[in-house]
């Protein structure tokens, strides 16, 4: 008689991330632009990075309030949404993967 060996599970360890994967790391920016008054969502607001590592990157809100900033570089940044003579600043640190950021104006 052969003995049948019996199957085992390898654990696999959690593998570190490299400098490489890291430093390829990028964030996304999203959230809704509102009324302050009605809390009703503006469309075409501004929203825009006017401080840190993003500088400059700019995009405007949708029907439903709703931006999005890809590809955003991983850090501090100030950033600013504004419609007509209405705006808001925020501060917030981007870190890697979804970052959520609403405004009232």
Request: hydrophobic content about 40%; overall charge positive.
């Amino acid at each position: 008689m052969t003995k049948r060996r019996k199957k085992t599970t390898r654990s696999r360890k959690p593998t570190k991330q490299s400098a490489r994967s890291r430093a390829a790391a990028t964030a996304i920016l999203v959230g809704i632009v509102q009324d302050a008054t009605t809390r009703l969502p503006i469309n075409h607001a501004m929203v825009k990075i006017v401080g840190g590592s993003n500088f400059g990157r700019t995009t405007f809100t949708n029907a439903v309030g709703l931006y999005v900033l890809k590809n955003l570089k991983l850090g501090r940044n100030l950033i600013e949404a504004s419609k007509a003579a209405r705006f808001q600043e925020k501060d917030k640190t981007l870190v890697a993967g979804l970052n959520i950021l609403n405004f009232v104006l």
